[in-house]
């Protein structure tokens, strides 16, 4: 049987140019925001009110009940979301911003319909925070345009700030573009005017929308949308000399060129039209970069190694593969690499009071999930890497549980090896090349 949100979906792709003018009986719907409830986990920490998935679940219908009416009688003012920071290895911490938990079911169902409106309205070049598309998918997709489609040069890009400096008015602007109810889009503003309560203090948000938030990531799309992928597709790309490309990942992305003087003009003209929409590039992740085939044979004539460029955790680098044919490599990140492995330190030092069974299984689920993002294709000897340098840790801070050293390196292979991961490859990123798949090939 289908929800009422899966007919609306339907009728969204069905109806790209359709503008919405009655969307709160869809927003405040019980059954939808009961289901939104289900999906919440329970492990999240609290807002400003203190409230969790399970104190929320006591009387679980009546609540749903007066918040499905104070939605619907505009009666619902969302609350201050918590200010906490989490460190980022550098000495530096990234603000985050937690929601109440009714904040939490009114965003989410909020996501879920203006991604129904924009998914089917979002460019081939987004892939993040997009129902079945990944950063998995963003890598090969840059593997493709630059090994298959002629790409000499890249742009790399990084936006400064992103979520802080969206400006709210010109975010208005477009979600007006196809919603036309001014009741939805009077409680999307109350969102983003909420607030941070940080330390007992409520700070107003003139600005940007606080990472954490549930909603976040679907506006952060729109306002890309408008702002960078349409611009480029529809009119930068279109006046290139050469063959020209995006892929994007929040407000991370890479501009691929078959000319020079293309990547020179994009990099001037993106410089300027973020900033007609109060948005800067970082200038320490943003370059202009050789690299392609021809990358290899300028190196070959004695030239500098060809520039290397990062994209969603991975160093990428011109390479050949054992044929001799050139491939984008990739390597997890330096810089991250050493984050996380001093951070994963201090998690280990903390744990040493809960016991080793716990140590070990913390790892365990730890590397796992470091494997499942950079297993991918070329990247094998960086992931071993990394599990090597997390294994000795574990044995550093097993043995510091106490004065006594409690195992020694043979033991500690032949007990406590065997139950973590081993480095292995997850994801092919290697593109076809485009001479297997031209009409007449054998390999068809």
């Known amino acids: 049987m289908q929800t009422r949100l899966e007919r ?20 405040s719907e019980g059954t939808g925001l009961h ?12 807002g400003v009110d203190g409230v969790k998935k399970d104190a929320y679940a006591e009387n679980l219908a009546e609540r749903i009940a007066d918040l499905s009416a104070r939605v619907r009688r505009l009666g619902y003012r969302p609350k201050p979301a918590r200010r906490t920071y989490i460190p980022k290895g550098n000495g530096r911490y990234r603000p985050l911003g937690i929601p109440s938990f009714e904040d939490r079911l009114v965003q989410d169902r909020l996501s879920r319909i203006l991604q129904a409106i924009w998914e089917p309205e979002f460019r081939d070049c987004s892939y993040g925070f997009r129902p079945g598309r990944s950063a998995h998918q963003a890598l090969a997709r840059v593997a493709e345009v630059i090994t298959n489609e002629q790409t000499q040069w890249v742009v790399e890009a990084d936006i400064k700030g992103f979520f802080d400096h969206v400006h709210h008015d010109h ?24 607030g941070i309560m940080e330390d007992g203090i409520f700070d ?9 938030g549930l909603v976040s990531p679907v506006l952060a799309n729109i306002y890309l949308h408008y702002v960078l992928d349409l611009w480029f597709e529809k009119r930068f790309a279109r006046q290139c000399r050469g063959k020209a490309y995006l892929v994007r990942y929040a407000d991370d992305y890479i501009a691929c060129f078959q000319y020079e003087g293309d990547a020179k003009r994009f990099h001037r003209e993106m410089v ?21 085939s021809t990358a290899l044979r300028y190196k070959a004539r004695g030239h500098k190694c060809p520039r290397t460029f990062s994209f969603l955790g991975f ?12 491939v984008v490599g990739r390597k997890t ?5 050493r984050k996380k492995l001093k951070l994963l330190s201090a998690r280990l030092r ?10 070990i299984a913390f790892l365990r689920r730890h590397l796992q999930g470091h494997i499942q993002y950079y297993g991918v294709s070329g990247n094998g000897r960086s992931v071993a890497s990394y599990i090597y340098c997390a294994t000795h840790y574990l044995y550093k801070w097993l043995n510091r549980r106490s004065q006594r050293c409690s195992l020694n390196w043979k033991s500690f292979g032949e007990v406590v090896r065997p139950l973590l991961p081993t480095a292995r490859i997850v994801h092919d990123l290697y593109p076809v090349p485009k001479w297997k798949t031209q009409a007449g090939s054998r390999m068809v």
């Open 171 to 194: 975010l208005m602007r477009f979600l007006g573009h196809r919603i036309k109810d001014p009741n939805f889009l009077r409680i999307i503003r109350r969102f983003l005017k909420a």
């Open 35 to 46: 289901a939104s409830f289900v999906r919440q986990d329970g492990r999240k920490a609290p």
């Open 272 to 292: 300027t039209r973020l900033a007609k929409f109060a948005l800067e590039v970082e200038p320490s992740k943003t370059a202009i970069l050789r690299f392609g």
């Open 8 to 27: 609306f979906t339907q009728k969204a792709r069905a109806e790209p140019r359709l503008q919405f003018t009655a969307l709160m009986g869809l927003l």
């Open 350 to 359: 903390g744990m040493r009071s809960e016991g080793g069974r716990v140590m």
């Open 204 to 212: 107003a948000t003139l600005e940007g929308t606080p990472q954490g």
């Open 333 to 337: 990140d330096g810089k991250r690499k």
């Open 315 to 326: 160093t990428h680098y011109a390479g050949r593969s054992r044929t001799g044919r050139f």
